[in-house]
């Protein structure tokens, strides 16, 4: 599945070769791509709790976020995704959820606190707050109600 995900990461990020066709698969899928972020979004804390680096079901949520990200930086993915319910509650709930645990234990969530000395460590949930704030952002893009929810 994170292969999967990483394909479409690909694919999406090079808007120039992305067919009219393959884009109505893509606005097609991101419903399902939502439904499956707010569904495993809460994985992504169990980094917090566990040095376990390998849960497949987190590292699934970080490529789904990933993917999000990427699907609302396009304008026709944009308004469906901003217009998904719960999609937006639930990325506000999981950054503070992730803020608070990483006031609690060692923050894996932002690159600042993942340097010790001068290595940086090479979590895979590194990142993620930013991605997190990434998406609301884009979902309040140009949209009074969302903005208002935020």
Do not use: W
Request: aromatic share 6%; glycine share 4%; hydrophobic share 45%.
């Amino acid at each position: 599945r994170v292969t999967l995900l990483e394909l479409m990461l690909v694919k999406v990020n090079d808007k120039n070769s992305v067919t009219s066709g393959e884009m109505s698969v893509f606005v097609r899928h991101a419903d399902f791509l939502a439904v499956c972020f707010q569904e495993k979004c809460g994985a992504v804390l169990k980094f917090t709790a566990a040095a376990d680096v390998e849960d497949e079901e987190a590292l699934v949520t970080i490529r789904l976020l990933d993917v999000l990200c990427e699907m609302t930086s396009n304008n026709s993915q944009l308004e469906q995704l901003q217009a998904f319910p719960g999609l937006l509650e639930t990325a506000v709930d999981t950054l503070r959820l992730t803020h608070l645990a990483g006031k609690q234990a060692v923050n894996i969530f932002t690159a600042t606190h993942a340097v010790t000395g001068q290595e940086e460590i090479s979590h895979p949930a590194v990142g993620f707050k930013s991605h997190l704030i990434r998406l609301i952002g884009n979902l309040c893009y140009k949209n009074k109600e969302n903005q208002d929810k935020v």
